[in-house]
């Protein structure tokens, strides 16, 4: 993503130093043409059914991009809801997933007459049964199903194993369409699965796409006209240099193997994957410091700002826009937030770094922004969005003071 024209560090067409200039840090970048080009190789491979996930990064000029690229948007809360609709997202392009979806969530994707509502449990679909009879209207929906499947990620992003919270367990088929037939006001016209994050094993989509025609036939031969067949997301990114290898076309070739000879519409809601590597964090070194014999760089960003390594131990590649030279340091990047689990990287390779300097955390377009905090009461971070020559702020970072006036002290205090 980060090039380097006579030393000058470029994003497209754009001098990292102009965004510098104009923007402190801690900031995240996103590239509209590496955004771009993700999604048209994706819908070229995999159709053209693909529904972004919105949990990944719900700026709306990220949302108002994928909705120029003509596809739909998966969320999972009613804010994303109204945010993909704020954005410019037809109702007819939203699928409305989630596990814990109130009443009034519900009674909102109705009124918007969204594409498809995605229920996770028979409790779900008897509420959304009660709701559509009350205001006199017939729903279409969907069930997310569990088919106890490992993605063979890490357990805190496993969504597919039937100890999972989320979907109806897949030994409940008989149970669903029961329900659904005595419900006169639900339509069931499609089934979906996500089975994790991070996923690269071939062999897990292609045991998932089997179970999942298995059971899409299954309610057709009970004469529940199924649609369509969602199949998640989870398609893997390649952070580190020694992550496995990753050919969206492999998923393709299962895909054909499997649903080829069948009518079912097909789609995927991939998020990460399309958004990652369109993202940098920019940051500062405010600090430098040796303990025990380790050399730390303590920067301006920090868990608030990237939670990732802290939750998951997630690994990203970190770089310097200072001149490479042969006198390399071992450092451990850490942020400044007033815990231990604050730290980005461990054991870096780096040239000699100073107060002052900027470094690049890379591959930060996904769960970057959109999961930080407001943390030891620091503020959240600017977003920057680059089109070749231009680029916008996206996001403004609020003033402390905002945050602090935000709170309401009672009365008797």
Same mark, same amino acid.
Request: glycine share 6%.
């Given at each position: 993503m980060l090039q380097f024209?006579?030393?000058?560090?470029?994003?497209?067409?754009?001098?990292?130093?102009?965004?510098? +200039?104009?923007?402190?840090? =801690?900031?995240?970048?996103?590239?509209?043409?590496?955004?771009?080009?993700?999604?048209?190789?994706?819908?070229?491979?995999?159709?053209?059914?693909?529904?972004? *996930?919105?949990?990944?990064?719900? +700026?709306?000029?990220?949302?108002?991009?994928?909705? #120029?690229?003509?596809?739909?948007?998966?969320?999972?809360?009613?804010?994303?809801?109204?945010?993909? &609709?704020?954005?410019?997202?037809? =109702?007819?392009?939203?699928?409305?997933?989630?596990?814990?979806? *109130?009443?009034?969530?519900?009674?909102?994707?109705?009124?918007?007459?969204?594409?498809?509502?995605?229920?996770?449990?028979?409790?779900?679909?008897?509420? &959304?049964?009660?709701?559509?009879?009350?205001?006199?209207k017939t729903i279409d929906i969907g069930v997310r199903l569990n088919p106890n499947i490992d993605g063979g990620t890490i357990s805190k992003i496993s969504t597919?194993?039937?100890?999972?919270?989320?979907?109806?367990?897949?030994?409940?088929?008989? +149970?669903?369409?029961? &329900?659904? #037939?005595?419900?006169?006001? &639900?339509?069931?016209?499609?089934?979906?699965?996500?089975?994790?994050?991070?996923?690269?094993?071939?062999?897990?989509?292609?045991?998932?796409f089997i179970e999942m025609k298995k059971v899409a036939d299954k309610f057709v031969s009970a004469g529940i006209n199924i649609q369509h067949v969602d199949l998640g997301g989870g398609f893997h990114v390649k952070y580190n240099k020694n992550d496995p290898e990753f050919e969206i076309k492999d998923i393709k070739?299962?895909?054909?193997?499997?649903?080829?000879?069948?009518?079912?519409?097909?789609?995927?809601? =991939?998020?990460?994957?399309?958004?990652?590597?369109?993202?940098?964090?920019?940051?500062?070194?405010?600090?430098?410091?040796q303990n025990g014999g380790i050399n730390y760089l303590i920067v301006d960003a920090g868990m608030n700002t990237l939670v990732r390594p802290a939750m998951y131990n997630a690994y990203h590649d970190i770089e310097t826009i200072k001149n490479i030279t042969d006198n390399s340091v071992s450092y451990t990047v850490a942020g400044p937030i007033c815990e #231990?689990?604050?730290?980005?990287?461990?054991?870096?390779?780096? *040239?000699?770094?100073s107060i002052g300097d900027i470094l690049i955390i890379k591959n930060t377009g996904a769960y970057g922004k959109v999961m930080s905090s407001t943390y030891n009461t620091r503020p959240l971070p600017s977003e920057i969005l680059i089109n070749k020559e231009n680029f916008a702020i996206i996001y403004s970072s609020d003033k402390i003071e905002k945050n602090i006036e935000e709170d309401i002290i009672p009365s008797w205090l």
């Open positions: 024209k006579n030393k000058i560090p470029f994003i497209e067409g754009t001098s990292l130093h102009d965004v510098i +200039n104009v923007c402190q840090t =801690p900031f995240y970048v996103y590239s509209q043409d590496i955004i771009t080009q993700k999604v048209e190789m994706t819908k070229k491979i995999l159709g053209k059914n693909i529904f972004f *996930s919105v949990k990944s990064n719900s +700026n709306q000029a990220i949302l108002k991009i994928m909705q #120029s690229l003509n596809i739909g948007a998966d969320v999972v809360s009613v804010g994303e809801l109204k945010r993909s &609709l704020s954005a410019g997202f037809h =109702p007819s392009k939203i699928i409305f997933e989630g596990v814990g979806k *109130s009443k009034d969530d519900l009674v909102f994707a109705i009124q918007k007459n969204i594409r498809l509502i995605n229920t996770e449990s028979l409790e779900e679909i008897k509420l &959304l049964q009660k709701l559509a009879t009350e205001k006199n597919g194993k039937k100890t999972d919270k989320f979907g109806i367990d897949i030994n409940e088929i008989e +149970n669903i369409i029961n &329900l659904v #037939s005595n419900c006169n006001n &639900l339509n069931l016209i499609g089934i979906s699965c996500h089975i994790g994050s991070q996923i690269s094993n071939i062999d897990v989509y292609k045991n998932t070739k299962e895909l054909d193997r499997c649903f080829g000879k069948s009518s079912y519409e097909i789609s995927f809601e =991939p998020g990460r994957y399309l958004i990652a590597e369109a993202g940098i964090l920019v940051t500062s070194i405010i600090n430098t410091k #231990s689990s604050d730290i980005f990287i461990k054991n870096v390779l780096l *040239s000699e770094q």
